[in-house]
C-alpha cells in the first residue's frame, strides 16, 4: 500500500515534514520557511551543569513537536497526535493509518537510522520523517533532509521509532487533518502575525538569562573563561559541539536564521510591513555572524587558533548576534498591524 | 548568505545526501540552494569522533588495567551517557555505576548481562570478552 505523497526536500526536518503533510491536506502555499516561523521556531538556550555527549546542551530551536503544533494550531488545522504504551499498539496504529491513505509524521532516534552514514548516528530521539506507505516488509519513508525518498524494514523502523533515552519518541505519530474550512490567504496572514508576536516575545523576554537573546549574550560570556575552567582541548570540544549544535541538519542556527529571514520575505506577500524587510535583512546579518562564529570556533578545536584573545573573539561575535536579533525581534514586536 | 557562497565542500554529508540551505539570490531573494557540505561543520564532526576515539581508547586501557568493567567500554563505543544506558537496559543509574567496576561486573547474573548485551548490540561473550565485530 502506497498513499499519495509528494517527497520535499528541506533544510530541517520538521518544518519540512510539517511542510509535506501540510501539502497532503491541500495547503500547497505552505513552504518550510512559512511553517518555521508561523511555527515561532526559532530559540535560543544554553542550560549550564548539563551535558550532552560529554559537551554543552546548546539548542537553536524550540522543544520537538512544537512547531507542528504551533502552525497547525495558528492555521485553524487539527492534529492527531499519538504515543503509545506497546511496540505492538504503534505497529498497528501506523498500518491502519497506511491503508487508510494518510502518511504519517514519525519522531525518531537516529542512532539507528540505518540510511544515515555512520558519522551522523548519535542517540539524538527528535528527528522526524514521514511514512507514506509500506511495500512488503519494507516501509515507504519520506525523510525531508535526504534528497530522493528511502525506505526502512519493519524492524529497523520499529527501533528507530522506539529509541530510548532523552526525548524517547515512545513511537509516537502525528498527522494534521483537513480543516472544516478552507485556509484562505487571510488566515495565513493572521498565523504570520501570531507567528511573529510570539517568536519576537520568546526571545526578548523569555525569563531568566540562559534563554532568548539574552542566553546567547550569557553564552558569549561563558566562552571567554573557557579556555581556563576547562583548559584548551575540553574548551576547543566544547565549541565543536557548539558548532555541530548550531550548524548540523536537523538543528541548525545560522540556517535557522536564514530560513526566519526567508520566512519574512514571503511574509510580505500576506501582511505587508515595511518592517518585514528591515528585520528579514537584519537575520541575514544574524546568520552570516553565525557562520563567522562558526569559522573561528574551527580555528580554535583545529589547533590554529590558542589564544585567550580568540576565545574573547569568539565570545565577542555572540554578543555580537544578541544585539543583532535584540535589534530585529524588538523592530518586529512594536510592529502595529493595519488589518 | 549569497547563493555563490553555499559552501560546496566535501563530507560524510555528501555520501549520503545533499542539504538545503536557504541564500540569496542577485536581487536579495531568499531561495534554496543544495550544499554538498561545509568544511567547518565537517571538522567539528570529525573533532567530535576523535574524542570518542579516545575515550573509548582510554576505556579499553582502563578495562585491562582492571579499573573498569567492560561496561565502559561499550558505553563510550556506542557514545551512550548514563541516562541513555539507562533508559536502554531498564537498570537505575546507581546500579549501573556498580556494574562499571571490575567487582560490580563479576557478580552480574546472565540475565542482566543479557540486558546490557542487548543494549550495546552484542553477545555476551562478547561483552565479557570486550570484543566488537564492526558492523
New interface residues.
Partial sequence: MKTEFDHL???HCETGVTTGLMHHIGLDKMTE?LAFGIGAGLFYIYIPYI????GPAIAFRVMPGLIFKRACKALGIPVVRKKFRTKEESRVALDSRLAQGQPVGCQVGV?YLT???K??R??FNAHNIVVFGKEGDNYLVSDP???YVTSLSDYELERVRWA???L?PKGQIYYPMPSSEPVTDEHIARAIRKGIRSNAWVMLNIPGHIAGVSGIKYTGKKIKKWKDQLGLHTA??YL??L??MQ???GTGGG?FR??Y??FL??AMAYTPHGTLPEASALF?QA??LW?NA??Q??GI??GRLQTQGDFNQMGDYLMEIAAVERKAFTALSKIKWTS | ?QKEDVPQDPS??G??????????DASG??V?E?STG????A???D???K?IEE?VASARQKVIDGKASPILFFMEKR???M??LS??TGFWKWRIQRHLTPKGFARLSERKLGKYAEAFGVSVDQLKSMTLHED
Wanted: hydrophobic share 45%; net charge neutral.
Fill in positions: 526536500q528541506a533544510a520557511p551535558k550532552i555527549s560529554n542512532y540510511y544515515f552514514p558519522e551522523y548519535f542517540h533532509v535526504m534528497e530510548k533515552g532523552a524517547a576547543g570540544l565543536a559541539q558548532v555541530r550548524e548540523e541538519i540556517g536564514y530560513m529571514a526567508a520575505q514571503q541575514t546568520g552570516d557562520r562558526a569559522v570556533a574551527a578545536y583545529k | 548568505m560524510a554529508l555520501q549520503f545526501t545533499k542539504e538545503v540551505c536557504y541564500a540569496t531573494k531568499y534554496t543544495l561545509w568544511e567547518v561543520k571538522s567539528a564532526l573533532a567530535a569522533w574524542d575515550r557514545i551512550m551517557d541516562p541513555t533508559a536502554y
